[in-house]
């Protein structure tokens, strides 16, 4: 529901708020932080390009940096029940082998005989006796400012996150981590700065940036639009985030109040080149314009109507609700918030049933910001409360949201070819959507990062 304000950047007054800037900084700058070396300070679509002949294949590489990424040994994941979200067939006493980043066989122990005796000796075990075998999470909405905040969106299970911006672009800098530092951060689909009127110390970000400061209204005009859009992308933000309304999370804001009209979310569509615009918004009126603006997902969008669900559908617009974090603004200790929090559930999850029988893509995206971090499995269990059944849930999280990110190929099933993300339950998520809240053991990047058998 983006309580935070990306706009009010104060100074940090506590241990942990300075710890999340300096985090931050060092990723920007390419500084070891938490005793992790450092990955490149390019983003990983500019890193790479001046030392990539010098590279060996496959490999990533760093402008200016003379090593090279560490190897990562092959895993064998063994005795599990291995679950395809597609298909919903689930496989008893199944194996999943990962080698070079990548799955080379997932199946029954016939099917992967030849991969098990390719790896043999030099690989590690994971026993799954006894729990369920997924692909990796996939969060469609986080605000990951420091690498605590993307160590627990991990460790909750989510392998794959989308950005709903960032203050300075770290998110930029997380997303070139998994080739450099594998388990170390979810695969960051990165927005860089929010696209929104005021952009407070976020303007210190790049001095590209520097002509918007004397804008008396803000970053509201097109060529205004425009211009932060385009340095975000310049900097590698492979998605762009911005808005129609302000924040229901914030009591002093309207969120029903107009920031955007769709010309403007157009100009802003225009300027990401195709990459997908993910959209902030509450009223009717915002969400319907954002919409006809040709965003790629309505984030939160509590009033959407009918007719602007079906022209969703139409246009294959996703709707990512993050449902439990608008519910749990119920127990607010401010009186608006939670009052906002009453009105707006059950609002909500109708317009959850609703899109699903629409034929909108329902995404699971949580909203967590910082070290506040609710678990994936958290707002899938939300979903299937709304009216979701538990495999659609299970999607929710998994080849739909990769189908938005257009990772389908890669991320969201255990098939050859798929990257090293792995997550084991402890029970049956095509029987609940609570068990994607029982999460026992996660590979990120082909390395263990949790397991708690």
Known sequence: MCVHDHNALPAPDSALARRSVLAGAAALAGLGVLGVPSASAAPASVAGTAAAAAAPAGRPSAPGYPGSAPETRPLIIEGGTLVDP????????????????????????????????????????????????????????????????????????????????????????????????????????????????????????????????????????????????????????TVIKTRANPRAGLPEQDPLELVYGEEQLAAIVRAAKGAGVLCHSYSAEGIAGAVRAGVRSIEHGVFVNDATLADMASRGTYFTPTLAGIASMRGSSDPVLAERGRQYTPVLREAVRAAAEAGVGVVAGTDSFGTDVTPIGTEARALADAGLPAPEALRSVTTRPAALLGVEREVGRLVKGAVADVVLLDSDPLASAAALEQVSAVIAQGRVVRNDA
Do not use: C
Request: charged share 20%; aromatic share 4%; proline share 5%.
């Open 86 to 237: 597609v298909t919903g067939d689930a496989t008893a006493d199944a194996v999943v082998v990962l080698d070079g980043g990548r799955v080379v066989a997932a199946g029954d122990r016939d099917a992967t005989r030849k991969a098990v005796a390719d790896v043999a000796g030099r690989a590690d075990v994971v026993d799954a006796t006894g729990r369920f075998v997924l692909p990796g999470l996939v969060d469609a909405h986080v605000h990951a400012n420091a690498l605590e905040d993307a160590r627990l969106i991990l460790h909750h299970g989510a392998t794959t996150v989308r950005s709903g911006s960032s203050s300075f672009y770290q998110d930029i800098a997380l997303a070139a981590l998994p080739e450099w530092a594998p388990g170390l951060s979810p695969r960051m689909h990165p927005a860089g700065l929010f696209v929104s009127p005021e952009l407070g110390d976020s303007v210190l970000a790049d001095p590209e940036l520097a002509p918007l400061a004397a804008l008396t209204d803000g970053v509201r005009e097109e060529k205004a639009l425009a211009h932060l859009t385009g340095v975000n992308r310049k900097r590698g933000a």
